[in-house]
């Protein structure tokens, strides 16, 4: 019986660029190729090399919620994977934010299937380098889902991904004002490492205002230690 691989790698946080060398070369030899998703800027790449792939985009429709989506897809790769080698590409770096990719190292330890995860960069480069920031001297990263993660008070510099969409980023910003003045300084950051890169200092309560919300998008909220000490 033939022995099948699956292997993850990312696409990095948008440019092509910034995909591994080793990355690339994988994409170029591999007959299967699944992407989470096409909506990622990188694809464009991907296209212009004439790489043949499959998404999973059709699965977003049909899904009741993002729980189910996950597992549907790793049952689906897991699957795919039992009968030929598969290349399954995912945004940014399999280590960050990706559900999916959890999944697939937890089911591929209970089911013993081959599994190879490669390193990729993340969004969280660019974001230190768009703001000048050395994560040593402390961070904290939540998902803008996760509603009591955003709630509780922060003891660093609070960085939250996954601001994807308008409804998102009010329901966000009720949130955070719980526990934030409506001036509170947050920093948007929109597209990094892109060429329409936008990194801009906002007031709270303007963060729905913002045109260009999208799946690129991420917060930053700076630690004000004399904020939190008197609250």
């Known amino acids: 019986m033939a022995d099948y691989k699956l292997t993850v790698a990312g696409l990095g946080p948008g440019d092509a660029g910034l995909i591994t060398r080793e990355t690339w070369g994988r994409i170029e030899a591999a007959r299967h ?32 919620d993002f729980d189910e989506l996950y597992e549907r897809i790793a049952d689906d790769l897991l699957a795919r994977a039992s009968e ?11 280590f960050v934010a990706e559900r999916t990719v959890q999944i697939l190292r937890e089911r591929a330890m209970e089911e013993g299937a081959s599994l190879e995860i490669l390193p990729a960069m ?3 480069e660019p974001l230190f380098a768009a703001l000048s920031l050395d994560p040593v001297n402390g961070l904290s990263i939540v998902d803008a889902m996760d509603e009591d993660a955003v709630a509780s008070p922060p003891a660093q510099d609070l ?20 526990h934030f003045p409506d001036t509170q300084e947050v920093i948007y950051l929109h597209h990094l490492a ?3 890169e936008r990194v801009a200092r906002i007031p709270l309560f303007e963060l729905d ?8 998008t991420t917060l930053f909220i700076p630690y004000t230690p004399v904020f939190w000490e008197n609250s």
Request: aromatic content about 10%; overall charge negative; hydrophobic content about 45%.
């Open 33 to 64: 190729i699944l992407l989470r998703t096409r909506i990622h800027p990188t694809v464009e790449a991907l296209d212009a090399a004439g790489i043949s792939y499959e998404t999973y985009d059709a699965f977003y429709e049909n899904a009741e």
């Open 84 to 94: 030929m080698d598969v290349l399954y590409l995912v945004p940014g770096s399999p």
């Open 122 to 124: 993340s969004f969280l």
């Open 159 to 178: 960085i939250i991904t996954q601001v994807y969409s308008r409804e998102l980023v009010s329901d966000l910003k009720i949130l955070l004002m719980e």
């Open 194 to 196: 892109l060429p329409d």
């Open 209 to 216: 205002w913002q045109d260009d919300i999208d799946h690129l």
